[in-house]
């Protein structure tokens, strides 16, 4: 396993403990339980956004400056498009669109951009956006929540937040559109 791999493994454990979810059994933490402590789940919120960064450097710590312009545009073999990971449990976009980007060597193409996958998903009714709290925030419509997208709000590193949920079936929807995505996030 190459040290890219075991941080992207890493990263995956921090995700779901973050989200309250034990990373080997997969059932929901308790918030009692040690590992469910808000406290916690802040912090590897954190890390997991440090995995992040240093997974999308290629594994370098610190800033690497790219000029992703220059790449050429994001692509997907039938190869690679047919292992996309559609989940049972519901995703954020974030997530879903990082899985699709692990398929692919970012460092010699652009990425998928998650701004490309909303915007097609607003363009097609699925979303809406609003105003929460002063920011602009996507929401699921009455189309996006029969399509298997919904909101609920959550506790993260900085108090609590709207997540935007994906089932399976949006997960699904996304994938079979996911040329008409594509050309979105090359024109961004």
């Known amino acids: 396993?190459?040290?890219?791999?075991?941080?992207?493994?890493?990263?995956?454990?921090?995700?779901?403990?973050?989200?309250?979810?034990?990373?080997?059994?997969?059932?929901?933490?308790?918030?009692?339980?040690?590992?469910?402590?808000?406290?916690?789940?802040?912090?590897?919120?954190?890390?997991?956004?440090?995995?992040?960064?240093?997974?999308?450097?290629?594994g370098f710590i610190g800033r690497r400056i790219r000029n992703n312009v220059n790449l050429p545009p994001f692509t997907l073999s039938d190869e690679q498009l047919k292992k996309i990971e559609i989940t049972e449990r519901p995703a954020m976009i974030r997530h879903f669109t990082e899985s699709i980007n692990n398929l692919v060597d970012i460092s010699t193409m652009r990425k998928l951009k998650v701004s490309a996958v909303t915007k097609w998903l607003a363009e097609s009714g699925y979303l809406t956006e609003e105003t929460i709290n002063e920011k602009k925030r996507k929401t699921p419509t009455a189309?996006?929540?029969?399509?298997?997208?919904?909101?609920?709000?959550?506790?993260?590193?900085?108090?609590?937040?709207?997540?935007?949920?994906?089932?399976?079936?949006?997960?699904?929807?996304?994938?079979?559109?996911?040329?008409?995505?594509i050309a979105i996030s090359n024109r961004e």
């Open 1 to 58: 396993m190459t040290n890219i791999e075991k941080l992207i493994n890493a990263k995956i454990f921090m995700d779901k403990l973050s989200n309250g979810i034990d990373p080997v059994s997969e059932e929901v933490l308790t918030k009692d339980a040690l590992l469910g402590n808000i406290d916690l789940s802040r912090c590897f919120f954190f890390v997991s956004d440090i995995l992040r960064q240093v997974i999308e450097n290629d």
């Open 143 to 181: 189309e996006g929540e029969k399509l298997g997208i919904y909101s609920e709000v959550r506790e993260g590193y900085h108090g609590s937040y709207l997540a935007i949920l994906y089932k399976e079936s949006a997960q699904q929807h996304i994938v079979a559109n996911l040329d008409k995505i």
